[in-house]
């Protein structure tokens, strides 16, 4: 069982004072807040290690070591090699940088199958991409009652005529999990690519891109804990064999054929400190020992973290459907608490999402309303053009008191 007292004492933005008091942190699937490790390996790069890349003198040496470091660091993340690690400013840069080289390959007459339930981020740069070349654009209809793919619908999508089929693993607006290594299997059926967008899913469970076989999949570090940065695991085949959009010294080698220009390399540094951070969760709440390898320490991780996670998602939502004129949006039966991550989204009879997001930010607890760039969502639950939803995100930093201050505020809201 994780220590959270313990692990809070790690986070500094968790010991601040913000307008006189302390705040809440339900802003987590937008961005969590940074360990400390990660602030520090920060610093340490900008004051001991800056430079650019690739020459002989000291400081150049070791910015060298921090970017193999951090492609190790996301490789053992993932489950994949370094080289086939791509670093980038977020996911959605990555997206539209890998579908400006997959689009030479689509056809007047081809077709993606892109999903309402996605990330725009996961949305317009296939779609972009597809109106370019002539493609079709198919998409996957969801539940409106529980949140979910309509996943014979998806099936029937996928044909011969697929090139691409892009899914997120988890909703960033309704939590909802996916059922990602049964649409892998069935792009793969089809001789398609598979993109799977893993920004919301990656601060809440074990990714194995070897397990899954699918060829593209991208997350962000600053959504688990780290720096604004974001990476993108793909197939060594494809990420040797399709024409990167870069300056001609970048060359062909792996990664840095991906990685246009400089890159951030304090980010980077913090990027391995804020997976050897979870890697530790797994070490000392986990069943994992300081001998083995980090892949095998953060397996052992996922496990406590969960655990706490499920323990907050119940006090959440058995107090937000106690508390009158509310309705939560997605799954909500106990049953179904192992097909969502701890991310809900909510509206109240008689309030806008605006109006719960500022009766909390009054109280200190931080949230976001809208559409959190889940635009197909917003707009297939019928709330996009009253606001959209209110948002509350949690962490494993997160406690159950914070939550009976939140259920509080919205229940008087």
Excluded at 11 to 29: I, M, R
Excluded at 245 to 255: D, F, I, M, S
Excluded at 276 to 305: C, F, S
Excluded at 307 to 334: D, F, K, N, P, W
């Amino acid at each position: 069982m994780l220590d959270i007292r313990a692990i809070r004492r790690q986070f500094p933005a968790l010991q601040e004072e913000y307008n006189g008091k302390p705040a809440v942190f339900f802003d987590n699937p937008g961005g969590t807040q940074v360990h400390g490790n990660v602030i520090r390996a920060m610093v340490d790069y900008l004051t001991r290690r800056n430079a650019n890349t690739h020459s002989g003198f000291e400081t150049s040496l070791r910015t060298d070591a921090v970017i193999a470091q951090a492609h190790q660091a996301v490789a053992d993340l993932l489950g994949c090699d370094a080289d086939e690690v791509v670093f980038g400013n977020n996911m959605t840069s990555l997206t539209f940088h890998l579908s400006r080289s997959l689009a030479r390959e689509f056809r007047a007459g081809d077709e993606i199958v892109l999903t309402r339930l996605d990330h725009d981020a996961n949305v317009m740069p296939w779609a972009l991409a597809a109106e370019e070349r002539g493609a079709t654009v198919q998409w996957v209809d969801i539940d409106l009652e529980t949140g979910t793919l309509d996943m014979s619908d998806f099936r029937r999508k996928i044909t011969s005529r697929t090139k691409l089929v892009a899914v997120g693993y988890a909703s960033n607006a309704l939590g909802t999990i996916n059922d990602v290594a049964k649409v892998v299997g069935w792009a793969r059926e089809a001789g398609a690519y598979s993109f799977i967008d893993a920004v919301q899913y990656a601060p809440h469970g074990l990714i194995d891109v070897r397990a899954l076989d699918c060829d593209f999949l991208a997350c962000s570090a600053y959504k688990f804990f780290g720096p604004h940065a974001g990476h993108l695991y793909g197939k060594r085949e494809h990420l040797s064999r399709l024409q990167a959009y870069r300056v001609r010294p970048a060359g062909e080698e792996l990664p840095g054929k991906w990685e246009t220009g400089t890159q951030n390399h304090e980010a980077m540094a913090g990027v391995t400190a804020a997976i050897d951070y979870l890697a530790g969760l797994g070490v000392t709440y986990g069943t994992a020992h300081q001998d083995n390898t980090r892949r095998e320490q953060l397996r052992a991780a996922w496990p406590v973290i969960q655990e706490h996670e499920e323990r907050l998602m119940a006090r959440l939502l058995g107090g937000l459907q106690a508390i009158s004129g509310v309705r939560v949006y997605g799954l909500t039966e106990r049953a179904d608490w192992k097909r969502r991550v701890a991310t809900v989204a909510v509206r109240k009879t008689g309030t806008t999402p605006q109006q719960l997001a500022m009766a909390l930010a009054a109280e200190n607890i931080f949230a976001y309303n809208g559409n959190f760039y889940a635009l197909s969502v917003s707009e297939r639950m019928g709330v996009e053009q009253s606001g959209g939803f209110l948002r509350l995100g949690l962490a494993h930093y997160n406690t159950e008191d914070e939550i009976d201050h939140c259920l509080a505020v919205l229940d008087r809201a």
